[in-house]
């Protein structure tokens, strides 16, 4: 029997003792079952086939406030509350000094449910309107500043991985960036190491569909959070890109599940980079 599979029972079993208490007003329905148990599975998944877990670790956890964040939060305290997650988790929000943040939410939300965290006030949002002119393209400067502030984070606290919820979509739509405008074949991985050799980033939402995270996110109620910054700003690329994969997938339904499969199944010898493939090596093995 698979480790997923002997999970399968272990979770079957656990469901009728509970789960964790943000859980507590989630619906009863068929439906919510399915979706709730189709994000663990593709969690699951993720965590082991790209071998994520090291039992006894502490995880930085990022929560934006955005539902994928919480979507994401949700679902490792449900594998950690059933047994099937053997690390510790410490929940961090990055107050990045944006217009009309509410500060009371994330602390509230997370002190009700009795989850360990860390909110860091950090003023990148003045940094990035200063060096960047009215109508340009905030997300790469303020992602930067935002993951070396968490990078700062995760290693102040003892962790050796900081948690990202960035999803399927993600990283498709990242490939697909990097096709277009990069000239290069790259999409997000699951997992990478920081520059510095230090923290570990881990995305274990990879093989989530954002669909499905909206539909978690709605079904228990989260206190989201919009973002004013990037968020607020139209005509960026990866809306146009999303706009692009939305649409293939509404006249082929399942496109982006086998989009994210073959991103893990490839064929050097039928692309055209010799670093990967010894194509004059060819040459050598040809028949008289």
């Not at 929940?91 to 860091?120: A, M, S, W, Y």
């Not at 984070?153 to 990202?164: K, N």
């Amino acid at each position: 029997m698979t480790d997923i599979a002997m999970a399968d029972k272990i979770e079957e079993g656990a469901v009728s003792e509970g789960a964790h208490p943000i859980f507590a007003n989630a619906p009863r329905s068929v439906a919510f079952n399915k979706l709730r148990k189709r994000l663990i599975r593709n969690t699951r998944e993720a965590l082991e086939k790209f071998a994520m877990v090291r039992a006894g670790e502490r995880w930085l956890v990022a929560l934006s406030g955005g539902k994928d964040s919480y979507g994401m939060l949700a679902i490792l305290l449900d594998l950690k509350w059933r047994g099937l997650l053997p690390v510790d988790l410490l929940v961090c929000n990055l107050d990045q000094g944006q217009p009309n943040f509410p500060k009371h939410v994330l602390p509230g939300f997370l002190t009700g449910l009795g989850i360990e965290h860390r909110i860091e006030y950090r003023d990148t949002y003045s940094i990035v309107t200063d060096k960047l002119p009215a109508g340009a393209t905030y997300c790469s400067l303020c992602s930067r500043l935002r993951r070396g502030n968490l990078y700062r984070i995760a290693q102040e606290e003892g962790c050796s991985a900081l948690v990202l919820g960035h999803h399927r979509e993600d990283s498709l739509e990242t490939f697909f960036m990097n096709l277009f405008h990069g000239g290069k074949l790259a999409a997000m991985p699951p997992r990478l190491m920081n520059d510095e050799g230090t923290v570990e980033v881990l995305r274990p939402l990879i093989y989530c569909a954002e669909d499905d995270l909206q539909k978690f996110s709605d079904a228990l109620a989260f206190p989201i959070i919009p973002c004013d910054l990037c968020g607020s700003q139209d005509g960026l690329e990866r809306n146009a890109t999303k706009a692009m994969l939305d649409g293939i997938e509404r006249r082929m339904p399942g496109r982006k599940d086998v989009m994210i499969r073959a991103l893990g199944n490839v064929n050097p010898s039928h692309l055209l980079d010799p670093k990967l493939f010894d194509f004059t090596g060819l040459t050598d093995r040809r028949t008289n």
